[in-house]
């Protein structure tokens, strides 16, 4: 694959996935050289930037790296799956990024957790960036452009926008999983301009697991098993998305919530 698959893409891309079928084969044909379907978690923050904190001090980066290392023993063998960050260590937003589309992913998924000023406050949600949410960055401070056969492109802060439909159908499947292991009241999901996904060349969701400021989800997030089964689920998610002709569904069928506030926000 060139460079120009990390800078600009046409449009026509965005019309190639409309139909079910189509977006089932897209899906079933990626893949890396080795054959194996390409899978990049991000465990969530890192080194000094602890992320949110409990109120027994759980941090944020310890939750998602062991959830992030738990997801790669489930998958590995089935498919190549790479961490952003091996270790306890700061990595800037756009280096996580950078890790999957260097990696050439096929898809990507940030692990997160929240935190409130609202005790209260709890549960889980799934974002994804759609396509009107990832213009107006600062970044580039450019939009679209023309290419010289009159296609048009979209600038690296743009991409996500080519991913969107199937980011949904990612997150949708992820969704699934979650809801039939754990209290369907408290999933839902979400469009986000997430900073995290927004350079992502590829399918890209954030799963913000939950309230580590709620001391009964603190609690939950420091056990184990509940740590094992968080990645179970969303293991099977992602099996659901390289499955051909499996879990393919409606546009209509997606479940979502327009309102993106949450607790802590630092990843917007």
């Given at each position: 694959m060139s460079m120009k698959r990390f800078l600009f893409l046409p449009v026509v891309l965005l019309f190639a996935l409309f139909g079910n079928e189509a977006l089932c084969r897209e899906i079933s044909s990626a893949g890396g050289s080795t054959g194996q379907k390409v899978v990049v978690l991000?465990?969530?923050?890192?080194?000094r930037d602890l992320g949110a904190e409990g109120t027994s001090g759980l941090a944020e980066k310890t939750v998602t790296f062991a959830l992030a290392q738990k997801i790669k023993e489930i998958l590995s063998g089935t498919y190549d799956v790479h961490l952003t960050r091996n270790g306890d260590y700061t990595l800037e937003i756009e280096k996580r990024t950078a890790v999957a589309n260097h990696r050439r992913a096929d898809i990507f998924i940030s692990l997160h957790a929240a935190a409130s000023f609202q005790h209260k406050a709890?549960?889980?949600?799934?974002?994804?960036?759609?396509p009107d949410t990832t213009h107006g960055s600062t970044h580039t401070g450019q939009g679209e452009q023309m290419a010289e056969h009159g296609e048009k492109l979209h600038p690296w802060d743009h991409i996500q926008s080519v991913h969107s439909e199937k980011s949904q159908f990612l997150a949708n499947l992820v969704h699934r999983q979650l809801v039939a292991k754990f209290n369907p009241l408290h999933k839902r999901i979400r469009e986000a301009p997430c900073l995290v996904l927004r350079g992502a060349d590829m399918p890209a969701i954030l799963v913000e697991l939950a309230y580590?400021?709620?001391?009964?989800?603190?609690?939950?997030?420091?056990?184990?098993?509940?740590?094992?089964?968080?990645?179970?689920?969303?293991?099977?998610?992602i099996s659901d998305f390289f499955t051909q002709?499996?879990?393919?569904?409606?546009?209509?069928?997606?479940?979502?919530?327009?309102?993106?506030?949450?607790?802590?926000?630092?990843?917007?």
């Open positions: 991000d465990p969530g923050h890192g080194g709890r549960g889980m949600a799934i974002f994804y960036c759609g580590l400021s709620h001391p009964a989800e603190e609690k939950e997030l420091a056990d184990p098993g509940v740590i094992s089964n968080l990645a179970a689920a969303i293991g099977e998610g002709g499996r879990g393919c569904i409606k546009k209509e069928g997606v479940i979502m919530e327009e309102d993106i506030t949450t607790g802590r926000g630092a990843v917007w």
